[in-house]
Structure formats: structure tokens, C-alpha cells
């Protein structure tokens, strides 16, 4: 009931910067936390960056300083931009989006996954 639709993935050299988006579409009422992550081959997924509807970020201490986690409640789309990007930064980014239904349920939900790789 609830759809996600991610952009801005890519291949970009060590110290460069990209912007990903994700635009959540559906039967919502409310959207709560917003935010990504990542999932390296072999790798667990693990969070890079959240923000609630307030505006209050979390970020993982691996991208502190380099990425911004931002949001447009109009439009419900979470951004993240990548700054300074790293390959250990080579993943997929999957958007997160969790908050309630126009049925009132509360829901989850995970994009498909956008590639990002760094070369060095």
C-alpha cells in the first residue's frame, strides 16, 4: 500500500559527491522516520542516516560530517547527500520509511535498492 521509488545512485570516483532520493507514495496518513541504508556484498545491512518528521537526525559515525540526511514532508521524499564519498562507501542504499496508513495501521516500508559505487 505503500511505495517507494529511489533515484541518484551511481558509479563516482573517491572524493566525489552524489544525491540520492526517495519518494514515498500511497495510502498514507503520517509518515514518522524517514532515513537509509546500506548493504555492502557479505556484508550485513546496516543504518547510515534517519530523520524524523521534527527534523532530528541520526547518523552512523562512519559518515558523520560527510553525508546530510534532509527531507520534504510535502512531497514525502527523503534525500541523502554523499559528500567526500569514500569506497568503503560502495553499497546499496535502500530508503526506509516507516508512519501510518490512512486506515491508521502503522507501516514499514523499503525501497528497492540503489547502487552506489566509488573507485579509488
Known amino acids: 500500500q505503500v511505495q517507494l521509488v529511489e533515484s541518484g545512485g551511481g558509479l563516482v570516483q573517491a572524493g566525489g559527491s552524489l544525491r540520492l532520493s526517495c519518494a514515498a507514495s500511497?495510502?498514507?496518513?503520517?509518515?514518522?522516520?524517514m532515513g537509509w541504508y546500506r548493504q555492502a556484498p557479505g556484508k550485513q545491512r546496516e543504518l547510515v542516516a534517519t530523520?524524523?518528521?521534527?527534523?532530528?537526525?541520526n547518523y552512523a559515525d562512519s559518515v558523520k560530517g560527510r553525508f546530510t540526511c534532509s527531507r520534504d514532508n510535502a512531497k514525502n521524499t527523503v534525500f541523502l547527500q554523499m559528500n567526500s564519498l569514500k569506497p568503503e562507501d560502495t553499497a546499496a542504499y535502500y530508503c526506509?520509511?516507516?508512519?501510518?496508513?490512512?486506515?491508521?495501521?502503522?507501516?514499514?516500508?523499503w525501497g528497492q535498492g540503489t547502487q552506489v559505487t566509488v573507485s579509488s
Open positions: 526506509y520509511v516507516d508512519g501510518r496508513t490512512t486506515r491508521r495501521r502503522p507501516f514499514d516500508s
Open positions: 500511497g495510502s498514507i496518513f503520517s509518515i514518522n522516520v
Open positions: 530523520i524524523t518528521g521534527a527534523g532530528n537526525t
